[in-house]
């Protein structure tokens, strides 16, 4: 096989997961997080790696 042949299908696999993303669920940008969101009030969730144990 080439490295055309590979990349052809590469990229044709990548086209069709973000064609699949976006028919699954459309994006609604009404919905989504705050992409900066500097001193809104809400509390973090989740873990840090690095913190001990209490």
């Given at each position: 096989?080439?490295?055309?042949i ?49």
């Open positions: 096989m080439s490295r055309r590979i990349a052809i299908a590469a990229l044709v696999m990548a086209i069709g997961v973000v064609a699949l993303d976006l028919t699954a669920s459309p994006p609604n940008p009404y919905s989504a997080p705050s992409l900066i969101a500097f001193g809104s009030g809400q509390a973090s969730s989740g873990g840090f790696c690095g913190a001990l144990p209490d």
